[in-house]
């Protein structure tokens, strides 16, 4: 196949109508990486609608912005993310099991899906985000998937708390992080196997818990079937999918995507739980998410009448729920108070809204900016660590009223 | 940039709208098949277009390293210099067009 470039160089003055699937990605900022705008493409996948596909292999798809009107993302617009190629087929429940051992496992033990399912189970309304989302708007780019603002979504999780699973192997005293890995296999044998680890302190908080359903169904497989690690705060590289293994240790787990990978400069984001046992000199595990928002209506590039229109969006942070979003015209330079929905849960998206009033013709430059709880608000400026993480400025989204 | 894709696009005439996950091919150019040779093993070229054009060389390097060191990307030397110098050469800030 051609490459497109080299197809584009070879279009002449041909004139034709758009393209149906490029030319109507909706809210795809100018900022960029030319390369990224290149790639970017509508996809539908198994079990998915219309997701946009920065990568198929490893597959990763981003939700579009417009999703985030609503505060619960539904199972079919969820973002897909994977590290290797390595998605692994569906597994018989009948077949399923998960291992639970390591060094501070009194007594190794293995559950089937009807021992998962015997456990007591709870809920949670959670926001799952890649800690790169909007890594594509980073200036100056920095390597990785380009995201824009789609690798998050909010749904409701189901299943038993973490650590009621990890009581079947009883935990000594002395366990200090907690190793997980799932059924995904890497495509080379040298390649590492993707595996995270947690504090023993997450790993035993209230909120974190196996997950064997997503917004009342299954999970789709891409987001992790038959069950995945749900970690509420935390940022989506804790979020084991395809959990099969479990590991419990009394050293810090040393795989690539510990100590080399997800790892922001030591003191840049503070955090109410420091993940001690990972902490190097200069750097440490990214962890709790920051606070955040997002403008999902209307959308980068749009029209709008002078008679005035409904900004709206969401906002969330690490848990401490949003007590304030307020929402710009200008770029950031004015800011006025939006409305707030009720609050769903501190680990939720907070949907905001705003009616404009009446507008001249002109560019209007759309921001929102959320304020938490704990009185933390978006970064002014991005504060810039080497994987483009955490990226919480406020989201200037350009549109023209007309 | 919209006007290009869009005359771009039309051309690949006949695919379904939301069927083109076709994943994007590389620049052509000495080492372009050693790139996709190996590199496409484990991910599809997106990673690479997607990625550009904004790296240095350098940076282009360090990546190839990374790919080999953490990886396990089976590239003896000879090999992970045709491809650095692919990437340089056509995906680097300040590369050609």
């Given at each position: 196949?051609?490459?497109?470039?080299?197809?584009?160089?070879?279009?002449?003055?041909?004139?034709?109508?758009?393209?149906?699937?490029?030319?109507?990605?909706?809210?795809?900022?100018?900022?960029?990486?030319?390369?990224?705008?290149?790639?970017?493409?509508?996809?539908?996948?198994?079990?998915?609608?219309?997701?946009?596909?920065?990568?198929?292999?490893?597959?990763?798809?981003?939700?579009?912005?417009?999703?985030?009107?609503?505060?619960?993302?539904?199972?079919?617009?969820?973002?897909?993310?994977?590290?290797?190629?390595?998605?692994?087929?569906?597994?018989?429940?009948?077949?399923?099991?998960?291992?639970?051992?390591?060094?501070?496992?009194?007594?190794?033990?293995?559950?089937?899906?009807?021992?998962?399912?015997d456990?007591?189970?709870?809920?949670?309304?959670?926001?799952?985000?890649?800690?790169?989302?909007?890594?594509?708007?980073?200036?100056?780019?920095?390597?990785?998937?380009?995201?824009?603002?789609?690798?998050m979504?909010?749904?409701?999780?189901?299943?038993?708390?973490?650590r009621?699973?990890?009581?079947?192997?009883?935990?000594?005293?002395?366990?200090?992080?907690?190793?997980?890995?799932?059924?995904?296999?890497?495509?080379?044998?040298?390649?590492?196997?993707?595996?995270?680890?947690?504090?023993?302190?997450?790993?035993?908080?209230?909120?974190?818990?196996?997950?064997?359903?997503?917004?009342?169904?299954?999970?789709?497989l891409?987001?992790?079937?038959?069950?995945?690690?749900?970690?509420?705060?935390?940022?989506?590289?804790?979020?084991?999918?395809?959990?099969?293994?479990?590991?419990?240790?009394?050293?810090?787990?040393?795989?690539?995507?510990?100590?080399?990978?997800?790892?922001?400069?030591?003191?840049?984001?503070?955090?109410?739980?420091?993940?001690?046992?990972?902490?190097?000199?200069?750097?440490?595990?990214?962890?709790?998410?920051?606070?955040?928002?997002i403008?999902?209506?209307?959308?980068?590039?749009?029209?709008?009448?002078?008679?005035?229109?409904?900004?709206?969006?969401?906002?969330?942070?690490?848990?401490?729920?949003?007590?304030?979003?307020?929402?710009?015209?200008?770029?950031?330079?004015?800011?006025?108070?939006?409305?707030?929905?009720?609050?769903?849960?501190?680990?939720?998206?907070?949907?905001?809204?705003?009616?404009?009033?009446?507008?001249?013709?002109?560019?209007?430059?759309?921001?929102?900016?959320?304020?938490?709880?704990?009185?933390?608000?978006?970064?002014?400026?991005?504060?810039?660590?080497?994987?483009?993480?955490?990226?919480?400025?406020?989201?200037?989204?350009?549109?023209?009223?007309? | 940039?919209?006007?290009?894709?869009?005359?771009?696009?039309?051309?690949?005439?006949?695919?379904?709208?939301?069927?083109?996950d076709?994943?994007?091919?590389?620049?052509?150019?000495?080492?372009?098949?050693?790139?996709a040779a190996?590199?496409?093993?484990?991910?599809?070229?997106?990673?690479?277009?997607?990625?550009?054009?904004?790296?240095?060389?350098?940076?282009?390097?360090?990546?190839?390293?990374?790919?080999?060191?953490a990886?396990?990307?089976?590239?003896?030397?000879?090999?992970?210099?045709?491809?650095?110098?692919?990437?340089?050469?056509?995906?680097?800030?300040g590369?050609?067009?």
């Amino acid at each position: 196949m051609m490459h497109r470039r080299a197809m584009i160089a070879g279009a002449g003055s041909a004139v034709l109508g758009p393209f149906p699937a490029f030319a109507e990605i909706k809210g795809l900022p100018p900022a960029l990486p030319e390369g990224t705008k290149e790639v970017a493409r509508y996809a539908n996948l198994p079990e998915k609608k219309r997701l946009i596909c920065l990568a198929d292999r490893p597959p990763n798809y981003a939700t579009p912005v417009d999703v985030y009107t609503e505060a619960v993302t539904p199972n079919d617009r969820f973002f897909v993310r994977y590290h290797i190629d390595a998605v692994p087929q569906p597994v018989s429940l009948n077949d399923w099991t998960l291992t639970i051992g390591g060094d501070a496992a009194e007594r190794p033990a293995r559950l089937s899906w009807g021992d998962l399912l015997d456990l007591p189970r709870t809920e949670v309304l959670a926001v799952c985000q890649c800690a790169g989302n909007r890594r594509g708007l980073v200036v100056p780019h920095v390597a990785g998937v380009e995201w824009t603002d789609g690798a998050m979504g909010c749904a409701t999780w189901l299943g038993p708390r973490l650590r009621d699973v990890l009581k079947a192997a009883r935990v000594k005293p002395e366990a200090v992080e907690i190793w997980f890995s799932g059924a995904d296999t890497p495509p080379l044998a040298g390649t590492p196997q993707f595996r995270k680890s947690l504090p023993i302190e997450k790993a035993m908080d209230d909120n974190t818990i196996v997950a064997i359903a997503m917004n009342g169904a299954p999970l789709p497989l891409l987001n992790g079937y038959p069950a995945r690690l749900v970690v509420p705060g935390w940022v989506g590289t804790y979020w084991m999918k395809h959990l099969n293994t479990i590991e419990i240790s009394t050293t810090p787990l040393t795989s690539f995507w510990m100590k080399s990978a997800y790892r922001v400069p030591a003191g840049m984001f503070p955090v109410t739980l420091p993940f001690k046992s990972q902490a190097a000199e200069t750097t440490v595990s990214i962890t709790e998410m920051v606070v955040n928002s997002i403008i999902a209506d209307p959308v980068e590039g749009s029209e709008g009448e002078r008679s005035g229109f409904r900004i709206q969006g969401v906002a969330w942070d690490r848990g401490n729920g949003i007590k304030r979003v307020e929402v710009s015209l200008d770029g950031g330079a004015t800011w006025r108070d939006a409305l707030l929905d009720r609050p769903l849960g501190p680990y939720a998206f907070r949907r905001f809204s705003l009616d404009t009033g009446f507008l001249r013709r002109g560019e209007y430059r759309l921001a929102s900016r959320a304020t938490s709880n704990a009185d933390e608000r978006q970064a002014d400026a991005m504060k810039v660590n080497p994987g483009g993480y955490h990226n919480n400025v406020p989201r200037v989204i350009t549109m023209t009223v007309t | 940039m919209r006007l290009v894709l869009v005359i771009g696009l039309a051309l690949l005439a006949g695919r379904s709208a939301l069927a083109v996950d076709t994943p994007a091919a590389l620049k052509p150019g000495p080492g372009a098949e050693t790139t996709a040779a190996y590199c496409n093993a484990c991910h599809t070229s997106d990673y690479i277009i997607m990625n550009s054009p904004f790296l240095s060389p350098a940076a282009w390097k360090a990546e190839v390293t990374k790919m080999r060191a953490a990886f396990a990307a089976p590239l003896d030397d000879a090999v992970a210099a045709e491809i650095t110098d692919y990437l340089a050469a056509n995906y680097a800030v300040g590369g050609k067009p």
